[in-house]
């Protein structure tokens, strides 16, 4: 099914794509409409255009394609399913994500994965190709964030205060040098590739994705960054 976008309210375009019987559903003309995809399960859906805040939010097993930018809130406390942005994501991309995968080929704004979290067999992962605001992982408590810094033009691949209150997860960043102000409850681990597990599958799928070498990729040194267990940030709301 196709859909026109335009000038359409968002809960009309909404409501359009719940009530669909088809699995496969293209929006065009998309023009800031927020809440796309919100809640959904087993369909197919790909945008042409820019949609509006919470793309995905709470997405429960979709697949969603960005032929454009996304604005903030990229996948609000989704549960599962995908999300592939081929240009890039604003503010709290993936903001208390509790499953599922975010794909962005550019950039991300401020505080994207902040509250991330991981329980059982739900693993969530965000892969930024370019670079990632302030804020990056801040309150993370779980899942996977990789930033690539491909065509940053020489700028940091983060902004300041990266991990700030991270207390579970992992984030990687494809550089050489360590981030300056990383928080003290931060542990940053300088590693020759990418390992082996879920950060080298996550990377081979962001590549696929998007049409990039993952061996180039994976064989390019980066940090893996992870809670200081010697300096837990419990520690900032306890006394000894």
């Given at each position: 099914?196709?859909?026109?976008?335009?000038?359409?309210?968002?809960?009309?375009?909404?409501?359009?794509?719940?009530?669909?019987?088809?699995?496969?559903?293209?929006?065009?003309?998309?023009?800031?409409?927020?809440?796309?995809?919100?809640?959904?399960?087993?369909?197919?859906?790909?945008?042409?255009?820019?949609?509006?805040?919470?793309?995905?939010?709470?997405?429960?097993?979709?697949?969603?394609?960005?032929?454009?930018?996304?604005?903030?809130?990229?996948?609000?406390?989704?549960?599962?399913g995908e999300i592939v942005v081929y240009g890039n994501a604003g503010d709290a991309t993936?903001?208390?994500?509790?499953?599922?995968?975010?794909?962005?080929?550019?950039?991300?704004?401020?505080?994207?994965?902040?509250?991330?979290?991981?329980?059982?067999?739900?693993?969530?992962?965000?892969?930024?190709?370019?670079?990632?605001?302030?804020?990056?992982?801040?309150?993370?408590?779980?899942?996977?964030?990789?930033?690539?810094?491909?065509?940053?033009?020489?700028?940091?691949?983060?902004?300041?205060?990266?991990?700030?209150?991270?207390?579970?997860?992992?984030?990687?960043?494809?550089?050489?040098?360590?981030?300056?102000?990383?928080?003290?409850?931060?542990?940053?681990?300088?590693?020759?590739?990418?390992?082996?597990?879920?950060?080298?599958?996550?990377?081979?799928?962001?590549?696929?994705?998007?049409?990039?070498?993952?061996?180039?990729?994976?064989?390019?040194?980066?940090?893996?960054?992870?809670?200081?267990?010697?300096?837990?940030?419990?520690?900032?709301?306890?006394?000894?």
């Amino acid at each position: 099914m196709e859909i026109v976008a335009g000038g359409m309210h968002f809960a009309a375009l909404n409501e359009k794509v719940r009530d669909c019987a088809e699995k496969e559903i293209v929006i065009r003309d998309c023009i800031g409409q927020r809440y796309i995809a919100a809640g959904l399960s087993g369909k197919e859906i790909e945008i042409d255009g820019t949609p509006g805040n919470a793309l995905g939010a709470y997405l429960d097993g979709c697949t969603v394609s960005v032929r454009g930018n996304a604005q903030d809130a990229t996948g609000d406390t989704m549960n599962g399913g995908e999300i592939v942005v081929y240009g890039n994501a604003g503010d709290a991309t993936g903001y208390a994500m509790r499953g599922g995968r975010i794909f962005v080929r550019g950039n991300v704004g401020y505080r994207c994965g902040i509250h991330m979290k991981a329980y059982g067999e739900n693993k969530p992962a965000v892969v930024i190709g370019g670079r990632a605001g302030s804020f990056l992982g801040e309150y993370q408590a779980g899942g996977t964030l990789i930033v690539l810094g491909l065509h940053t033009d020489g700028r940091p691949i983060i902004g300041n205060f990266c991990g700030t209150g991270m207390h579970g997860g992992e984030i990687y960043l494809r550089c050489d040098k360590v981030p300056t102000a990383l928080p003290a409850q931060v542990k940053a681990e300088k590693l020759a590739r990418f390992p082996a597990g879920d950060a080298e599958k996550l990377v081979r799928a962001w590549c696929a994705a998007f049409g990039e070498d993952a061996e180039t990729l994976l064989a390019s040194p980066c940090w893996r960054l992870t809670p200081n267990t010697e300096n837990p940030y419990k520690q900032m709301y306890t006394s000894n």
